[in-house]
Structure formats: structure tokens, C-alpha cells
């Protein structure tokens, strides 16, 4: 009997000092911020204009001032009429539909048991079609900024609906031509403006983010933490809703403090090589590595980043958050900046003077 409780008691210390299951999930939030250039020009310029080389089939389906307006570097000004401090010249051929044929597809119909009844005959036209496009960045002053291809050179195809005859489907294909080139126009030189504006504001932008995150966090209903890791949780979740690209509050920095401090006695309460003990481990160190890269400081991110991969629990993490890390601190250093939050006036931006 005495040797039975013995076992028990052995039993039950096992269970408290490695039964004790780890269930991890996905929290899931919004974190906002605003993106820096890859290639950020001088401070004092914030303005750009838009000059523009178009083929007479792609203006004639636009305003005078449609392609213009459709081309944007977020966190800078556009300005008409004279130059602004970065020029974005765009150039647009005309659409070439080099063939058009009408296809025929059969829909061939059966009884239950499988034996052909009759057929029915369909028809379209499919267009071969290639549209191409340029475009390039200077400075008022002259000097050659960037360029990039618009468009494609590999071929696309267009396919009208299904007529009944060959004849309807060719019938329509010709005496709408004019507004089908119109159409196919009206699609491709507006995908690539909106690639074009997406593509100067990586480069010389100040894009607002909104990227969809998670934070790891104990769900096991029997374990100990959970509450306490829940509680974190609910600060946390608090404390994000207020971040803007515009701003990171002092209030919000405190609060993630708190939230860091919890994680950081995380490790040293659960320092044994059982996997269970692993997972509460990584999941501090991959919750606090992001939130530095929330409170812009990734070289302590880094560090974070650095335990997470000596911990060899999902090691790829922490190599995959250092690396974004780096690349931050890279980031700040190319813009002479400290942080992604702040907000941007353009309300005096005006063109350089003299141009």
C-alpha cells in the first residue's frame, strides 16, 4: 500500500513538472504602419508630375487628365501643370490584336447509359492580343531617377461569349471591334498604372500597411499560464487597436512593455529540454521579437529572433524574423529614420521654384 502511494506521488510530480500540455494558437490582429522607400530621395522634396506619351487609340479612352490622375506615390503630392520635384513620364502603345478566330466546341449529349443522343455546337472568338508600356522617373534638375516596364511582351487572349453559329460569334467579334480594343485598353493601362503606382511608392513612397499578424498564446484550458497568458493578450490586443501609421502612442509603448516583461520570466520558469517547456519558450520569444519590430527597435528584435533559433523549437521562425529584423535596421538607416509612425503634411508642398 505504502509503495502504491509512493508510485502515485512520483506519477503526479511527473505530470507537474512535464504533463502540463502546451496548446498554442494564433491570436490574431491588424498592425498598421507606414512603409519607408527603398530609395528615398532628399528630404525637401515631396512633390511629382506626371507627363505622359500615348498612343491616339489609348487616349481617345480617357480624359484629358485620366492617365495622369490614375499614377500615385503615396506620402507625395501631384502636381499639374509644371514640374514637380520627381517626374514620372509615362509611356503607352496602342493595343495590336494580332488574330482573331472563331472556335468551336462541342458538348456531346448521352443517356443514362452512357450512349451518345445528340450534339450541340457552340462558338466564340478568341483574340490574340499584346499591349506594352513604359515608364521612367527624373528629378526636376535632370537626373535619371528609375524606370520600369508596363505591360507584357508575352501575348494574351481575349474570348467573347458563346453564339449558337459561327456567324453571330464572328458578326460580333467585327462590328464591335473598336469597343472591344476599348475595353481591352481601358483593362491593361489601368493594371499597369495601379503596378506603377505601387511600384513608385515601394521605392520612393511612404505607403500605409495594414498587415494582418498573430501573436502565439496558451490555450490549454487546464494548464496554469493560460490565464495569465490570456490576460497579456487582452492588453496586448487593447494596445495595437490605437497604433496608426501615423502615430505610436506613449500610452501603447508602455503597454507593450508590460506585455514584454511577462514574456521575458517566461524561459527561466520553463527551463527544461521537454518539448512542452519548448513551445511556452518559443512562443515568448516569437511574441517578443515581434512586438520590438512593433515598437520599431529590431536590433533587440534580433535578439529575440536569436533565442527563438537556440531554442530549436521551429528554429525557421527565428531565422525568418531576424532576417526581417536586419532588414529593418538596413531600412532605417537608408531613410535616417528611428521609427514607421508618423504623419505627413503635404498641405504647404508646392513645386520647386524656377522649373
Known sequence: MKKSFITVGLVALFIVSFGQKVDLDKFNFTFEYRDLPLLPQKPEYNTFSVKTNTNSAVRDNYSDTGIEELVNIQGWKRVSGVNGHLIVSVSLDDLIIASSNVTERVDIQKDKDGKETGRKYYYKVDAVYSWQGRAAVRDFKGAEIGNTSLG??????????????????????????????GGLIRGEVNAALSALSRWLSDNYGYSVRKEPEILWILDAKKHPETAAQKENWLVFKAAVATVTADNLPDETIEKFKTVIAYFDGIPARFATEDKNDKKMRYASYYNKAKIYLY??????????????????????????????AEALVKLFEKNNKISRHFSIDLSAAAAPVGN
Open 295 to 324: 515598437l520599431d527597435l529590431p536590433e533587440l528584435a534580433i535578439k529575440e529572433a536569436e533565442s527563438l533559433i537556440a531554442n530549436v523549437y521551429d528554429d525557421g521562425d527565428g531565422k525568418r524574423l531576424k532576417k526581417e
Open 152 to 181: 507584357s511582351s508575352t501575348t494574351k487572349t481575349w474570348s467573347s461569349s458563346e453564339y449558337s453559329t459561327r456567324k453571330e460569334a464572328a458578326d460580333y467579334f467585327n462590328n464591335n471591334r473598336t469597343e472591344i480594343k
